[in-house]
């Protein structure tokens, strides 16, 4: 998303609801948060059982959602790819072996996490022959409301 940042929210067409048919206070502040949210992104060749990435929070926030994309589905098993927070599973991605090739998946999340918390992505389950696995994780520094 890109916008225009206004001095004033009525020179930007914004206003405190929808009356206007523009964007809102809320929507511009969901996309500031998002611009400042931390990502976590990992990439792994071969597709394989492993931690293939993480990282220690630095403050509080939200883990709102978990990316996947497979290049190559392989055969004989899917790929499932599981986030951690501290060692325990909050979610996963379940790509099948016969999938079609470049398949790309998003699991919303609403995960709380605090400064010192360890986020890990993790291969579970493996197919044979899957290549090119790249995933990504996203943490907020705030708590967004619909």
């Given at each position: 998303?890109?916008?225009t940042?206004?001095?004033f ?11 206007h048919g523009?964007?809102?206070l ?6 500031l948060?998002?611009v ?5 992104h990992?990439?792994?060749?071969t ?9 220690v ?6 883990l ?10 392989g055969?004989a ?6 986030v951690h927070l501290?060692?325990a599973?909050?979610?996963?991605i379940?790509?099948?072996h016969?999938a079609?090739?470049g398949?790309?998946?998003?699991l ?6 605090v ?10 389950a493996?197919p ?7 995933a990504?994780?996203t ?6 409301e619909?």
């Amino acid at each position: 998303m890109v916008a225009t940042l206004k001095k004033f929210m009525g020179d930007g067409g914004a206003g405190f609801d929808d009356a206007h048919g523009n964007d809102n206070l809320h929507d511009v502040l969901k996309a500031l948060s998002e611009v400042a949210g931390e990502k976590l992104h990992a990439y792994q060749a071969t597709i394989a059982t492993a931690i293939i990435g993480g990282m220690v929070c630095d403050k509080a926030g939200t883990l709102t959602n978990l990316r996947t994309s497979v290049a190559v589905c392989g055969t004989a098993t899917k790929t499932t790819l599981q986030v951690h927070l501290n060692g325990a599973s909050q979610g996963a991605i379940e790509t099948e072996h016969d999938a079609t090739d470049g398949t790309k998946q998003t699991l919303a999340l609403a995960v709380a996490v605090v400064a010192g918390d360890l986020i890990e992505l993790v291969v579970s389950a493996a197919p044979t022959a899957g290549e090119d696995l790249i995933a990504s994780a996203t943490i907020l520094p705030i708590t967004i409301e619909a």
